[in-house]
């Protein structure tokens, strides 16, 4: 939606308006995910508790609750990251292939397909370095029980701190770019 705003002028409708580009693409994307999120998780609801009714699935609620956090941190880190490939849409002419294969790449390299133990230790602990894990990999660790107390905010500090960098950089790719842009079309 970015792009397109980009490309086709739509863009120029918000500029001239006093509301916040980035802030209402956020409450817009958080919108539409909470349909989906709320749904899910009345569905997980169902499911943790028939599973921990008949003691095959014990959580631990602080577990629950950092899960939530870590998800709301995931979904922000996510945006943030597509803003940022968005900006792009400045200085290409036609980016949804690139960004088809970046959200694959971001997909592949959060564990979202599969599990990121089958790329072996050294690689997981390389990524562990990047923003990637944080999106889906840590919050899934968190709800399984894989990860440990510690490592659980250790890394919920390491997703802030993701998330501030690349809010900053959001920002910053953003007010470049607008110097490049062009009213047209619309």
């Not at 909470?34 to 009714?53: D, H, K, N």
């Not at 014990?58 to 979904?75: D, K, M, N, P």
């Amino acid at each position: 939606q970015i792009a397109d705003d980009i490309k086709n002028g739509g863009l120029n409708k918000y500029l001239i308006k006093p509301v916040s580009y980035f802030g209402y693409r956020l409450v817009s994307f958080f919108g539409q995910k909470a349909i989906y999120y709320g749904i899910t998780a009345l569905l997980l609801i169902g499911i943790i508790g028939f599973a921990s009714a008949g003691g095959v699935l014990e959580l631990q609620a602080i577990r629950l609750i950092l899960f939530a956090v870590t998800l709301s941190g995931a979904l922000l880190l996510n945006f943030l990251i597509a803003y940022c490939i968005c900006a792009s849409a400045f200085y290409l002419h036609e980016i949804s292939y690139f960004f088809v294969i970046t959200s694959l790449l971001v997909n592949i390299l959060s564990g979202g397909m599969f599990p990121l133990e089958i790329f072996g230790e050294s690689v997981v602990k390389a990524l562990q370095y990047t923003p990637f894990p944080y999106t889906i990999y840590f919050p899934v660790n968190i709800l399984s029980g894989k990860a440990e107390a510690a490592s659980m905010y250790q890394g919920l500090l390491i997703q802030c701190g993701w998330i501030l960098l690349f809010f900053w950089l959001s920002r910053l790719t953003w007010r470049v770019s607008m110097k490049k842009y062009s009213a047209v079309g619309g």
